[in-house]
């Protein structure tokens, strides 16, 4: 399975560059090769980390003492925030309380990584005042995947307390967890889909007319719903008039990049969607299987594939800069240390 997604890296990155040669809508070179990293990074970055990271025992344990560190400055720079002694707040104000952001651009990059080391100290039974706290941060950023996120840790957590087995979660614990899902789906939907001249849901509906009409391979590298698809303006958005929609103007492409899956559909066209999908589906079995032999708890395993799946409905969730952490996490969390231990025992006994 980890073959067939490293083969999928390739197929994508082919099917890409055959498309900037076939249709050329991008003729920068440098927005081509960047853009075709930045689909293919976090992917890449996780095959290579679990081959680099094999026999590094102490990372997991490293990188949650970190976590908790994260946490702690996190929640203390919260509270001086809601003191009003320094703003760290971003756009949003629900029942006069400002949102918070701690020290990043935008409340959402907040949460993605407080969701990132909330895996780590849900690898392992305790820490449930680090996940909680966790999740009050995630509450601050009145995101609404952050909120229902926070939401689906608190359940986790008290799953790892009163369950003694690593095993699947009982039915109740999964119907709350799919209750926050379709919870998030739907507030997704309605604040980002609801009006038909949205940017996000212009670039959906336009997504399928490019990739029927360039079948199957699609327009290429920085053609479409990619920041580098802004940033060297692609023609494809003066070809379907998008050109002059809010966000998505030369001048000011501030919403190019807030979609996933209309980028994979117009860049790489249908074949490249079912290998897209192909690649996801071998990342995150590669990581629940390894991980699971590793005795990672069920919470830890299925937490960041989970939120990833969620944020996809609304941002470039797996071309995302935090793709990269999230990755590097799953590797460490996935290096097989069970077989570690056992080739040492058998060579200490020989």
């Known amino acids: 399975i980890e073959r067939v997604g490293i083969i999928c890296i390739y197929f994508c990155c082919i099917i890409g560059i055959v498309g900037n040669i076939f249709h050329a809508y991008q003729r920068n070179n440098f927005a081509i090769a ?20 094999f026999g590094k025992h102490n990372l997991l344990d490293l990188i949650a003492k970190f976590a908790k560190i994260f946490i702690f400055v996190s929640f203390a720079c919260y509270l001086i925030h ?5 703003s760290m707040g971003g756009d949003r104000n629900v029942l006069g309380i400002p949102s918070f952001q701690f020290l990043y651009g935008h409340p959402t990059e907040f949460a993605a990584y407080l969701v990132g080391f909330a895996t780590i100290l849900l690898s392992k039974r ?6 909680f706290l966790c999740a009050i941060l995630l509450l601050a950023t009145q995101r609404s995947k952050a909120v229902a996120m926070s939401a689906v840790l608190i ?54 007319n490019v990739a ?27 070809q379907y008039h998008l050109s002059s929609i809010y966000g998505l103007t030369p001048d000011n492409p501030i919403f190019v990049s807030d979609c996933f899956w209309p980028a994979v559909f117009a860049q790489f066209g249908y074949l490249g969607f079912v290998i897209v999908v192909l690649l996801i589906v071998s990342l995150f ?45 799953m590797a460490i969390l996935s290096t097989n240390f069970a077989e570690i231990g056992n080739r040492v025992n058998h060579a200490i006994t020989i």
């Open 212 to 238: 029927n009409s360039l079948f199957p391979i699609g327009a290429g590298f920085a053609t479409y719903g990619t920041f580098m698809s802004g940033s060297s303006y692609s023609s494809l958005y003066y």
């Open 82 to 86: 809601l003191l009003g002694f320094v």
């Open 155 to 208: 359940a986790l957590a008290f799953y790892n307390l009163f369950k003694r087995a690593n095993k699947r979660p009982p039915f109740i614990v999964v119907v709350l967890i799919f209750a926050s899902i379709i919870l998030i789906g739907m507030d997704q939907i309605s604040y980002y889909y609801g009006n038909s001249s949205s940017a996000r849901t212009l670039l959906s509906q336009v997504s399928f």
């Open 126 to 131: 305790g820490n449930y005042v680090w996940i």
């Open 285 to 329: 079995t590669v990581f629940y299987s390894k991980s699971k032999c590793n005795h990672i708890l069920f919470s830890a395993r299925i937490c960041i594939p989970l939120y990833l799946l969620i944020a996809s409905s609304s941002e470039s969730a797996f071309f995302n800069f935090y793709g990269v952490f999230y990755a590097i996490l």
């Open 34 to 53: 960047v853009d075709a990293f930045t689909c293919l990074k976090m992917f890449a970055v996780f095959f290579a980390a679990r081959r680099l990271f």
